[in-house]
């Protein structure tokens, strides 16, 4: 199993980015799929999951209104789209996958993790 995330970048305060999943070795369509993000000096923090098409999603309250969590099993990625970026977003972000299909938020249940992609917001 591979996860691969890229997207990352330096983008200023209000700015937008967004991050791609691409997986392999899964059976993606039945997977609970989630993004966390880790700062330096803090743990890692839960930010959006979505069920299995036709999923539904879940979000951390920091990033609710701005974020948008999808996926296409057609591509096998899952997205995450960051609209009105803040300097407290800063962060290295994860996708994981999930075996069970419970919708959880604890990192600790999720099976399979990508390398991380660094996400700067310049204030």
């Known amino acids: 199993v591979q996860l691969v995330e890229s997207g990352g970048g330096l983008v200023q305060a209000g700015g937008s980015l967004r991050l791609s999943c691409a997986t392999s070795?899964?059976?993606?369509?039945?997977?609970?799929m989630g993004w966390f993000r880790q700062a330096p000096g803090k743990e890692r923090e839960f930010v959006a999951v979505i069920r299995p098409i036709p999923g539904p999603t879940f979000y951390a309250d920091s990033v609710k209104g701005r974020f948008s969590i999808s996926r296409d099993s057609a591509k096998n990625t899952m997205y995450l789209q960051m609209n009105n970026l803040k300097s407290e977003d800063t962060a290295v972000y994860y996708c994981?996958?999930?075996?069970?299909?419970?919708?959880?938020?604890?990192?600790?249940?999720?099976?399979?993790w990508g390398q991380g992609t660094q996400v700067t917001v310049s204030s």
């Open positions: 070795g899964l059976t993606f369509s039945a997977n609970v």
């Open positions: 994981a996958a999930r075996i069970e299909r419970g919708l959880t938020l604890s990192p600790d249940d999720y099976n399979f």
